[in-house]
């Protein structure tokens, strides 16, 4: 099994830009999952998608975010207007969910810089 | 609310030392999922262990053992004879694990650096 992969590893944009990662989860995860983590911090929740459905946002996650799942596979987080204080390396992960949650796995991160 | 709280920012010790990680959570939650995680200087968080409320057994693998002790609240890590290789940020984590929302949201702590030196 391949692992969580994300794109792009880092991307450097400037203040007011919109910017795009992707994420795609192992292959049969049916969960996927999105966190920040600022440095010196652990990761903060954003969402998370089971399947297709977005079943939770968190209150980090402004109107500037917006995150997709289209065909339950791959994921899309899309910033709009960055703001300096989006830079932050932002996580995805996947896991099984059977009816009892399976354990998270990560992928590299995408490292945003907004200048 | 979860909470988990990493009081040791920093910890430094020399090679083949044995070192413990703290973890103390917080949480309504009678059933939960414990985690620990690693994140090597390339920045990909690595599953270490995760451990279920109900199981307060100890584990150990290799050189790196859990003490889950329900009573205080702590989930510790002990690595023994640390390496070089295992210098890396290490976080403790919590999650729900009742219902639809099982696992869903992790609940970090701040992390401890773990450096070992030659």
């Known amino acids: 099994d391949t692992g969580v992969s994300q794109d792009p590893r880092h991307k450097i944009t400037k203040r007011g830009q919109n910017v795009t990662f992707r994420c795609d989860p192992i292959?049969?995860?049916?969960?996927l999952y999105w966190y920040r983590q600022t440095l010196g911090q652990g990761p903060e929740f954003l969402t998370y998608?089971?399947?297709?459905?977005?079943?939770?946002k968190s209150r980090l996650l402004s109107d500037r975010f917006s995150a997709e799942r289209p065909k339950g596979s791959f994921s899309t987080l899309e910033i709009q207007r960055t703001e300096q204080g989006d830079s932050a390396m932002y996580l995805c992960?996947?896991?099984?969910?059977?009816?009892?949650?399976?354990?998270?796995?990560f992928g590299p991160g995408t490292r945003l810089t907004v200048l | 609310a979860q909470k988990v709280t990493q009081a040791q920012t920093e910890i430094s010790v020399v090679e083949k030392e044995d070192v413990t990680l703290d973890c103390v959570y917080e949480t309504r939650d009678t059933t939960y999922y414990l985690f620990w995680y690693k994140q090597p200087p390339s920045g990909e968080l690595v599953f270490l262990i995760r451990r279920n409320s109900f199981d307060e057994q100890n584990e150990i693998s290799g050189r790196y053992s859990w003490n889950f002790q329900k009573s205080t609240s702590s989930f510790n890590f002990t690595i023994t004879a640390s390496q070089v290789v295992d210098s890396a940020v290490y976080f403790c984590a919590l999650s729900e694990s009742e219902g639809e929302t099982s696992g869903s949201r992790v609940t970090f702590g701040e992390g401890t650096q773990l450096t070992v030196n030659p």
């Open positions: 292959s049969e995860h049916n969960r």
């Open positions: 992960a996947s896991s099984l969910f059977r009816p009892t949650a399976d354990t998270q796995y």
């Open positions: 998608f089971q399947n297709e459905a977005q079943l939770e």
